[in-house]
């Protein structure tokens, strides 16, 4: 009896000793929610729970017509925006040929008024058209004063632009490209590649950006994360390895995995009401700390996994050079590329840029006549 204990005591001082084991682990992994942009009445569901997507892939449609014609409207505003600014051009050109022939007709009153005035002083030229030379000159130099004024109010508008560039053009642009958004995002797409989960839509539905439609699950890139009793992680460091069963494929099957890190607080620190124990009852709760545990890519391929499932999880407390606050959470590029990024998002003004430059193109002016200021700039009357 005695060298049977004293068996127990010297396995356990060389192996148990050495692990920490824990069936409080499941597996988990990114699930990503899939809402939609815009609001509408859902005319199609294209996809149906457990069914693969690709990144990209339409899930839902929405009714199209209000912001088909949204569009419509914006892209003839911007137009006449365009036709608007030509305009503008169009009157500072003619203002400044107008302001020229005013000083040309200035000119020439102001050489008869000198000429008046000296017939005037030897009889040859009655006082009376001396009188109206002199009131020709000044109301034409009202009128090249009021042209002016008229000319900056215009210039104002388009001065250091083109027709492309002129605020009122970038604006109507702008309005378009919103309406375009409106109208493209009636197609709900997958952010991620995965698996379709909790499919809450159907045909007719009423929704709003804020409403969950479904998530898709991507099963490429998961892990595990244990809860250990907080007095079992005194030795417990990032780079231990880990060994790991599921009930899933039972004992025959084994998982071979890395602690990657400790998370910083126990599970009721993030709780919805965190643990207040500045009162007078308070009790004493061994708490729990998650570890997160990845788990070889190799073997999840042979024997998939899928999330929630619980694991017993045993961690080899080797000898580690690292401080629990040197994890070692790495995501691999090709899960980060897959599950954490999502570009589509970005691709969705590509297609009207073009159709924003046609229409510009289509209502500009091709004579040209819309010249730039003189590089002297206005001369005095």
Request: charged letters at 25%.
């Amino acid at each position: 009896m005695l060298g049977l204990v004293a068996f127990g005591v010297l396995f356990w001082a060389l192996f148990l000793r050495n692990w920490v084991v824990t069936n409080d682990a499941y597996v988990t992994g990114n699930v990503a929610p899939v809402k939609s942009q815009v609001a509408g009445t859902v005319v199609e569901v294209c996809v149906e729970e457990t069914e693969r997507v690709e990144k990209g892939q339409t899930l839902v449609r929405l009714d199209g017509l209000k912001s088909w014609v949204a569009l419509r409207k914006a892209e003839a505003d911007l137009a006449a925006a365009v036709r608007r600014v030509e305009n503008l051009f169009s009157q500072v050109s003619r203002l400044r040929h107008r302001i020229e022939e005013e000083k040309a007709a200035l000119g020439r009153y102001r050489y008869d008024l000198g000429l008046y005035r000296g017939g005037t002083a030897t009889g040859v030229i009655s006082e009376q058209q001396s009188v109206d030379a002199q009131w020709k000159v000044q109301e034409t130099e009202q009128a090249i004063a009021a042209l002016e004024a008229e000319l900056r109010g215009n210039e104002a508008l388009v001065q250091g632009t083109t027709v492309e560039t002129n605020p009122l053009v970038l604006q109507a642009a702008q309005a378009v490209r919103d309406a375009w958004l409106d109208w493209y995002r009636r197609n709900v797409p997958s952010p991620v590649t995965g698996y379709v989960a909790r499919r809450t839509v159907q045909p007719g539905d009423q929704i709003t950006p804020e409403k969950l439609l479904m998530t898709v699950v991507p099963l490429d890139y998961i892990w595990v994360v244990a809860n250990f009793r907080e007095r079992e992680l005194g030795r417990m460091r990032p780079g231990q390895p880990v060994v790991l069963k599921s009930d899933l494929y039972g004992w025959g099957v084994r998982y071979h995995g890395v602690v990657e890190g400790l998370e910083p607080g126990s599970g009721s620190v993030f709780s919805l009401l965190p643990p207040d124990n500045a009162t007078g009852n308070y009790v004493h709760i061994v708490e729990r700390v998650p570890v997160r545990i990845r788990l070889d890519p190799k073997e999840l391929e042979r024997h998939p996994l899928v999330l929630g499932l619980t694991m017993v999880t045993s961690v080899h407390l080797t000898r580690v050079d690292r401080s629990i606050r040197s994890p070692i959470t790495e995501v691999p590029r090709k899960a980060r590329e897959a599950d954490y990024e999502s570009k589509i998002y970005l691709q969705e003004l590509t297609a009207i840029e073009g159709r924003i430059r046609k229409i510009i193109e289509a209502n500009r002016n091709r004579k040209g006549d819309a010249p730039a200021p003189p590089a002297g700039g206005r001369s005095g009357p």
